[in-house]
């Protein structure tokens, strides 16, 4: 669960991100988040990762109280948390398996347990066939799966999806989003930040709405 109660953030420069914001996101749930350009969508990200902490009011995710958070805690609570970027973030010398394989690797993870874990979570996306190839040989809609395949990898309670459509053509972004919905259908939590009106209209559901840091929109639609 994700919960923010009364939640303000003011930056040293004196922007006010985010006012008086209180949202809670159910375990399950699939939740659009959208607003313009410097609304507080990307405050919010940070925050719920502990990017940043609030100038006023309560978080919690995923059962972490982030406001008692002590730093040697953060990784902890970012274990629970897979992340989806608009430019994918993929690292240029591995192939589609060590990318995946890159996150179980740095927490540790049995050789075991990777050798299993990572060829069945790139099948889930669909990339069977890809395992071996590289970043550049591959299209932008492929590397976004890669993308979720990683994020997937560590069987996170919360996946955050900031604009993961914002670099693909409209039918490959919709493929994204289906498979967003495979995934919370198998009981992920997925929050999507999106600026693309017309796919939060196509695809229907909770929608969250910020302008000038405020949510002024919180509904089924």
Do not use: W
Request: charged content about 25%; aromatic content about 6%.
């Amino acid at each position: 669960m994700v919960e923010l109660r009364n939640v303000s953030v003011k930056y040293p420069s004196g922007v006010e991100a985010l006012r008086d914001v209180s949202l809670t996101i159910n375990d399950r749930d699939f939740v659009f988040v959208v607003g313009e350009s410097g609304a507080g969508k990307s405050t919010l990200i940070k925050l719920l990762i502990r990017e940043i902490a609030p100038t006023e009011g309560k978080i919690k995710v995923n059962g972490y109280n982030l406001n008692k958070l002590k730093q040697k805690e953060i990784p902890d609570l970012r274990r629970t948390i897979g992340f989806v970027f608009q430019d994918f973030k993929l690292i240029n010398s591995m192939n589609v398996y060590d990318n995946v394989a890159f996150v179980l690797r740095s927490i540790d993870a049995p050789t075991k347990y990777i050798r299993k874990r990572v060829p069945y979570v790139i099948g889930l996306v669909g990339l069977k066939d890809k395992m071996y190839a590289y970043p550049n040989e591959m299209s932008g809609g492929e590397q976004q799966r890669v993308a979720l395949a990683r994020a997937l990898v560590n069987d996170p309670k919360l996946i955050i999806a900031d604009e993961p459509t914002g670099n693909l053509d409209p039918k490959t972004s919709i493929e994204i989003i289906q498979l967003l919905q495979g995934i919370n259908d198998c009981g992920t939590t997925v929050l999507m930040v999106t600026h693309e009106h017309e796919l939060v209209k196509r695809f229907g559901g909770r929608t969250i709405l910020i302008s000038d840091g405020r949510i002024i929109l919180d509904k089924e639609i």
